[in-house]
């Protein structure tokens, strides 16, 4: 594991300590070029959270605070459907979390699976 992949890693470590801390967070996985260990100087921090009812943007504001992260840069996604996904930087590192409750994201693996969906870049995501 290079040097880039160890300190990504370690800084994922660390963000996810505040989401898993919510007791409705049943899973969290790191995902990308630090899961594949194929880090660079160009590399994002990707990471899937998953729950039981997704956080409140109150709880998302107060997570980019505790991991002293910018803004928000971008968000993707509707929380009313059962997923969405944000980022920001932490260190100069832009930080991708997806957070998705459990029963949407075993509906989206059923509908990848059936071949009901088959254009989803959830595929890529089921990939990794």
Not at 57 to 86: M, T, V
Request: net charge negative; proline share 2%.
């Amino acid at each position: 594991m290079n040097n880039r992949t160890q300190y990504l890693l370690a800084l994922a470590k660390r963000n996810v300590n505040v989401y898993i801390a919510n007791p409705r967070t049943k899973a969290a996985m790191v995902a990308g070029s630090v899961a594949e260990g194929l880090c660079d100087e160009y590399s994002d921090c990707d990471m899937s959270i998953y729950y039981d009812e997704l956080p409140s943007e109150e709880e998302l504001q107060l997570a980019r605070q505790h991991n002293q992260g910018s803004e928000r840069l971008w968000i993707l996604g509707d929380r009313e459907e059962g997923g969405f996904a944000e980022s920001y930087l932490v260190n100069g590192v832009e930080c991708q979390f997806g957070h998705v409750t459990i029963a949407q994201w075993e509906k989206d693996i059923s509908n990848i699976l059936a071949g009901h969906d088959i254009q989803s870049p959830l595929g890529v995501i089921l990939l990794g």
